[in-house]
């Protein structure tokens, strides 16, 4: 089993930072992809940005520009760097590992989410 933990969310005026932390731990293989996802009331939980094990990045449109995903493949640990923020990206915020198990399965995990509020 793998576990993601994440942290760093809160309570942010719009314009401000924040950065949100997630760490793998757990038996597994290799960590592929990881990634962070939002799900605001009433709405579908939505892709903000993901990293690929090469690096390769991608993004919602709705946070280019603003959002910066990063990882720390030494410490299985994925970042993102939100700046600029805006009302409308208050959510809770999850992150998402693709793992690759010892039995050969391709798994893919999600943490407990973080709460994301921005006040206008």
């Known amino acids: 089993q793998v576990q993601l933990v994440e942290s760093g969310g809160g309570l942010v005026q719009a314009g401000g930072s924040l950065r949100l932390s997630c760490v793998a731990s757990g038996r597994m293989l290799r960590l592929n992809a990881m990634g962070w996802y939002r799900q605001a009331p009433g709405n579908e939980r939505e892709l903000v940005a993901t990293?690929?094990?090469?690096?390769?990045?991608e993004y919602a449109d709705s946070v280019k520009g603003r959002f910066t995903i990063s990882r720390d493949y030494a410490k299985n640990t994925v970042y993102l760097q939100m700046n600029s923020l805006k009302p409308e990206d208050t959510a809770v915020y999850y992150c998402?590992?693709?793992?690759?198990?010892?039995?050969?399965?391709?798994?893919?995990?999600w943490g407990q989410g973080t709460q994301v509020t921005v006040s206008s």
């Open positions: 998402n590992a693709g793992v690759l198990e010892y039995s050969g399965r391709n798994s893919n995990y």
């Open positions: 990293v690929a094990r090469g690096g390769t990045t």
